[in-house]
């Protein structure tokens, strides 16, 4: 006997809790069509309110996971991915992919695009000159055997029930829910197949989670749920206060990534990178020395032309102008805010207000302080690389983010 409806959301309603076979007969019924948007509505609200447990969070995940395409791989070797919660000069995917490649891996990596001040691995990659993110799934198998990785945006097979359920979330007001968050990130990545998932958890300014406590919770709820899915996971904590790197924009954070995989990147770009692939301190170390002399730099190139790019091509994107913010005395640097600096980029075009808005790949800032770092009047602070838009804007919000004092 099919659940009822009715009775599934008045128990949520009322703190109770749902079995695997109530919530995958729910999930099925928002996406077939059977269970109203309004009673889908409810249920987020009840959710929101009430809370799950981790066996319901797990089969929520599940369900939302099934309701599409699982992908499969027919690979000798262990299959892993990394997820960022998003953050601003993030390009870790970006080195992460052909490194763990070159380390033995087997990386199938699915991202999305940038909505709003945090970038996406998507508007970064198709900054290279003939870069394709949307290869059907047998030319993805066939560069996974081949390379070891590959980039790709989601098909519209892969959790179909999170598009609608996130896009419901959005216009109920029940988006800061830990299990819907959890369930959202992990149905999509659980798509694809993974053995192992290592997860980059933000917090601070320029995060959706922005107290260390608040960001714990959700690893805690990922890493729990993940397990209980059956992929081993893990989870870091990594401060958003400032900016990762130096670079914010598109084709400004691949060249950014490009430097770092030939061993020449920031320290703290390298660092992340390293600990995210590192199961413990040996891996950490053996990563971090391939990096360092450059030994995945090659595997990148290849990556780059099975999608299509020709990773020796000048990135799109150019004919920008550059406006340098001096530093107008003696000083330390107080404040490197990431949100200000990546609502910047956001003005200038690096970042979208709808899914369905273009990006300016070329736009961005080059940040080239630090927090606690001494500076003297006239050093270059930030580089502010702009085209048609945004730059009085921009410039305001640059003066606000860094601050000297």
């Not at 508007?123 to 290279?128: H, N, R, S, T």
């Not at 870069?131 to 892969?158: H, K, W, Y």
């Not at 995945?296 to 340098?324: F, I, K, N, S, T």
Request: proline share 3%.
């Amino acid at each position: 006997m099919s659940p009822s409806i009715e009775r599934v959301l008045e128990r949520k309603r009322e703190g109770g809790a749902l079995t695997a076979e109530e919530i995958a007969w729910l999930v099925q019924g928002i996406v077939d069509g059977s269970v109203t948007r309004a009673q889908a509505a409810a249920f987020l609200a009840f959710t929101y309110l009430r809370g799950m447990t981790r066996d319901e969070t797990v089969a929520l995940t599940l369900a939302m996971r099934d309701s599409g395409q699982v992908l499969s791989w027919d690979v000798a070797g262990r299959v892993v991915d990394k997820h960022s919660t998003g953050g601003v000069g993030d390009k870790v995917s970006l080195v992460l992919a052909p490194l763990w490649a070159e380390l033995g891996a087997y990386v199938p990596m699915i991202s999305g695009r940038g909505l709003g001040h945090t970038g996406g691995t998507l508007d970064k990659l198709e900054a290279i000159p003939g870069f394709r993110t949307d290869l059907p799934v047998e030319r993805l198998r066939a560069i996974l055997s081949q390379v070891g990785c590959f980039m790709a945006g989601q098909t519209g097979q892969l959790a179909p029930a999170d598009r609608i359920l996130y896009a419901l979330r959005n216009e109920t007001s029940t988006v800061p829910s830990i299990p819907l968050i959890t369930a959202s990130i992990l149905s999509k990545k659980l798509a694809e197949g993974l053995d192992e998932l290592s997860l980059d958890v933000k917090w601070g300014t320029g995060a959706f989670m922005k107290t260390r406590q608040d960001a714990q919770a959700l690893a805690d709820s990922l890493v729990a749920v993940g397990e209980g899915a059956g992929v081993r996971t893990r989870a870091r904590l990594t401060d958003m206060n400032h900016p990762l790197g130096r670079a914010i924009g598109n084709a400004l954070e691949v060249q950014e990534a490009v430097a770092c995989l030939k061993g020449e990147g920031p320290e703290d770009l390298a660092a992340l990178t390293c600990e995210l692939i590192g199961r413990d301190a040996d891996e950490v170390a053996a990563a971090r020395a391939l990096l360092d002399r450059g030994g995945a730099w090659e595997r990148w190139c290849r990556l780059v032309r099975a999608h299509g790019g020709d990773p020796d091509a000048v990135l799109q994107g150019g004919g920008c102008a550059v406006r340098v913010i001096e530093a107008d005395s003696d000083g330390v640097v107080a404040r490197c805010d990431a949100y200000d600096l990546g609502r910047a980029a956001f003005v200038l075009g690096a970042g979208r207000r709808a899914a369905d808005e273009q990006v300016h790949p070329g736009v961005g800032l080059v940040v080239h302080v630090q927090q606690g770092q001494a500076v003297s009047k006239g050093q270059p602070l930030v580089s502010v690389h702009h085209a048609d838009r945004g730059l009085d804007e921009a410039l305001a919000l640059v003066g606000a983010g860094v601050v000297l004092a």
